[in-house]
């Protein structure tokens, strides 16, 4: 089955950008998907394959994908994105897999 | 826009059969893919399987053997059961409409979720 690995946890100070990583092997040829769960509410998609964002998410957030390694990268860092942050990918042995999931503190 | 709605019993007997349903409002279940995901509490998401509106479906291997997602399209909702459960399946339930391309689907619209408790 295809893993997707993320780090536990991510730290980053208020105005400065985050840097969530995803690793899968040769995930760069997959589109990733990026997901934000606050505490006590349902994941909302804030990227869609790699680096599309849906109408009512803000610019801050964008993402990439290459290699080995995809990014979802949210600028100027506010209170209001402290969450955990899912990706997930389409495989065809495994079909929707996710990674484990980082905590985004905002310092 | 689409609204889903998870109910069901919040607490299910060891060996038991968990059974949610999952009601769609704002649009139709008709022509869409339709999944059921779960979260243990303080853990990471779990895909269980989906469902196309024709009832075709599709599960994690990990739980095939277990888990039964249906579709009634005259009452626009779809459903979950889950077999011989045990506390391992306890976690926060939610059904989602898996949209996007076909060959990489991705989890648009989720319900709030609700909680299942495994105990005797």
């Known amino acids: 089955s295809y893993v997707l690995t993320q780090p536990p946890s991510v730290s980053v100070a208020p105005r400065k950008a985050a840097r969530i990583t995803c690793e899968g092997n040769?995930?760069?040829?997959?589109?990733v998907h990026w997901y934000q769960q606050k505490p006590g509410q349902a994941p909302v998609l804030v990227v869609h394959?790699?680096?599309d964002r849906p109408s009512d998410i803000p610019e801050r957030f964008s993402g990439s994908n290459s290699g080995n390694t995809a990014t979802l990268t949210i600028s100027r860092v506010e209170a209001g994105d402290e969450a955990d942050y899912y990706c997930?990918?389409?495989?065809?042995?495994?079909?929707?897999?996710f990674g484990g999931g980082t905590k985004l503190t905002v310092l | 826009q689409v609204q889903l709605q998870e109910s069901g019993p919040g607490l299910v007997k060891p060996s038991e059969t968990l059974s949610l349903t999952c009601t769609v409002s704002?649009?139709?279940?008709?022509?869409?893919?339709w999944s059921w995901i779960r979260q243990p509490p303080g853990k990471g998401l779990e895909w269980l399987g989906y469902?196309?509106?024709?009832?075709?479906?599709n599960y994690n291997p990990s739980l095939k053997s277990r888990v039964t997602i249906s579709v009634d399209t005259s009452k626009n909702q779809f459903s979950l059961k889950l077999s011989s459960v045990t506390a391992a399946d306890t976690a926060v339930y939610y059904c989602?409409?898996?949209?996007?391309?076909?060959?990489?689907?991705?989890?648009?619209?989720w319900g709030q979720g609700t909680l299942v408790t495994v105990s005797s």
């Open positions: 989602a409409s898996l949209g996007g391309d076909f060959r990489s689907p991705y989890l648009d619209y």
């Open positions: 704002g649009g139709s279940i008709s022509g869409d893919y």
């Open positions: 040769n995930i760069g040829s997959k589109s």
């Open positions: 469902v196309f509106y024709t009832g075709s479906t």
């Open positions: 997930q990918v389409w495989d065809s042995s495994s079909d929707v897999v």
């Open positions: 394959d790699d680096s």
